[in-house]
């Protein structure tokens, strides 16, 4: 069974940085595309950012370019959203959902089999 454990999320003020970690147990990120997403109350889930751990390419949502970085850690099979300068735009449950092979956009959701249960991150202003 795969499982997809999402961490790290609080409540911070605007400006301030939270590390969100996806650990994986039945699944191997290498070699694998992982992703994540976020959702705030009445929006559509949207892609963050994606990672393919096969040639470490890296994807961003123009929202968060230049201020969230996505790595990934194969001996420890997790995977990171370092997020810098929050706004109180961020604020939504995040979500780590992987794959083996994903067609098209990693940043679509539809793209991915296997999801974590969610993180919420709220920033104050």
């Known amino acids: 069974e795969v499982q997809l454990q999402a961490s790290g999320g609080g409540l911070v003020q605007a400006g301030g940085s939270l590390r969100l970690s996806c650990a994986a147990a039945?699944?191997?990120?290498?070699?694998?595309?992982i992703g994540w997403f976020r959702q705030a109350p009445g929006k559509e889930r949207e892609g963050v950012s994606c990672?393919?751990?096969?040639?470490?390419?890296?994807y961003y949502a123009d929202s968060v370019k230049g201020r969230f970085t996505i790595s990934s850690d194969n001996a420890k099979n997790t995977v990171y959203l370092q997020m810098n300068s929050l706004k109180p735009e961020d604020t939504a449950v995040y979500y780590c959902a992987a794959d083996r092979l994903v067609y098209g956009s990693c940043l679509w959701p539809g793209a991915y089999d296997y999801w974590g249960q969610g993180t919420q991150v709220t920033v104050s202003s």
């Open positions: 990672i393919s751990s096969r040639d470490g390419s890296t």
């Open positions: 039945g699944f191997t990120f290498d070699g694998s595309a």
